[in-house]
């Protein structure tokens, strides 16, 4: 049997690997029905966790971060009009079940006003990074004395520009002082969502799939089970494989939409559609889309990681430098924390049912946050940690310091490594 392989500069990881198997995972889901919603669900607020203390006579000096949007409607407005295309033909082909009537009338009263804001955030989203700045601030309020400059920078995409506008107005709510500069443009999407970058400044990366692992089609139609769902729509829905993706197409799309309307709609009105085991099929398979598209796309923003390393040891030369912030995506999110292997969510396993064990999408909810926060001596001696959703996390194919303390040294040689192994396309 093929051994686990970790898909970044050749780095074996052994014993250490352990560490971060989450055999329980599919317990977790079902016992909360919220990490079911994957990257679709919103930020937990509830989890802030408690931080560890810095080695003795270490100081944070400085933040580096990348931040998701927070909670927005379907970022495609397809998500709402598939939903009511296919509904308005199962209608006119009456092969709606009394279940399914009942599902497509309530969706028809609420789809509307997320139709026309398909995309933006929503007010959720905001309170989400306001909240985060805050506590980023009371966390580490050394970091953020006086008049000490804070640069952030955001996708343009609207949900990104108004989180950042939350985020920053949560930490000033700390220090009013801090000398904050906002940007956005075309040209710094090359850094913050390099794969989105316009195409005359997009840059590609050579990526490696040494992998056998069955794609997201066939692996969703041997595990989803979505005969049973939409069994309870319609009583034929053979009429589906005219739409585009068919019958896979639809489903994903609905379990989109079941996921995400808990962003902007307090009401459950469509969580009795799905029941608890086929919850867990539905999440596993979601689960799997986003660990596969990975495997090679986590290469494609090395611009951002040489954006990181380069603006953090100009910060450790710059005293007044408190913090870079950045506001993106999700799926730049975690192929960035894929290809630093936070966690070691970078691990591509053998089999595919093992992929839910090493990743799991819940991870990359709505204003999903990273930091990296930086810590010196008196010697000028720099060590850092990793913070993902207000918790401490590991790099785990590190000897720490101390706790989950590493050396910056350690940490720029490895990731020069990793880009030497994956050059730029030409």
């Known amino acids: 049997m093929r051994k686990l392989i970790s898909i970044f500069a050749g780095v074996l990881l052994s014993s250490l690997l352990l560490q971060a198997q989450q055999y329980d995972v599919l317990e977790k889901v079902k016992a909360d029905v919220r990490k079911s919603y994957g990257m679709e669900g919103p930020h937990r607020l509830d989890e802030f966790g408690t931080l560890s203390k810095a080695p003795k006579g270490y100081k944070p000096f400085y933040i580096s971060h990348y931040g998701r949007h927070g909670s927005r409607y ?145 692996f969703f139609v041997a595990h989803s089970g979505y005969e049973n769902v939409l069994g309870k729509l319609f009583t034929d829905y053979s009429f589906l494989s005219a739409y585009e993706g068919g019958v896979a197409g639809f489903t994903r799309e609905l379990w989109t939409y079941l996921c995400g309307y808990h962003n902007y709609e307090p009401r459950p009105l469509f969580d009795d559609l799905l029941t608890p085991e086929q919850r867990l099929k539905f999440w596993e398979c979601d689960n799997y889309l986003s660990f596969y598209s990975d495997i090679t796309a986590r290469y494609n923003v090395i611009p951002l990681l040489e954006d990181i390393l380069s603006k953090a040891d100009a910060a450790i030369a710059d005293p007044n430098q408190a913090a870079h912030l950045r506001f993106g995506h999700d799926y730049i999110l975690e192929a960035l924390t894929s290809l630093i292997n936070v966690n070691n969510w970078g691990t591509i396993p053998a089999k595919a049912e093992d992929a839910k064990y090493w990743f799991q999408n819940y991870n990359i909810p709505m204003a999903a946050t990273l930091l990296l926060v930086f810590y010196k001596n008196k010697q000028g001696d720099v060590l850092f940690k990793v913070v993902m959703n207000e918790n401490d996390a590991t790099l785990p194919q590190f000897t720490p310091v101390e706790g989950n303390y590493y050396r910056w040294s350690e940490f720029k040689s490895w990731c020069q490594e990793v880009m030497a192994a994956h050059p730029e396309k030409k």
């Open 74 to 218: 379907a970022w495609n407005d397809r998500t709402y009009t598939l939903l009511r295309d296919v509904f308005a033909k199962a209608k006119e082909l009456d092969v709606l079940t009394p279940y399914g009537k009942e599902f497509a009338a309530k969706y028809e009263s609420v789809y509307t006003e997320p139709l026309i804001n398909a995309g933006d955030l929503v007010p959720m989203g905001y309170d989400q990074h306001l909240a985060i700045g805050q506590y980023v601030y009371e966390q580490f309020p050394q970091v953020f004395k006086g008049r000490k400059k804070v640069d952030a920078l955001s996708s343009t995409g609207q949900r990104c520009i108004v989180s950042m506008g939350g985020f920053t107005v949560g930490l000033m709510s700390g220090n009013p002082k801090l000398q904050v500069r906002l940007h956005s443009d075309h040209v710094g999407m090359g850094i913050i969502a390099p794969p989105s970058a316009p195409r005359a400044i997009r840059r590609s990366f050579v990526a490696e799939n040494n992998t056998d692992l069955p794609g997201i089609e066939e």
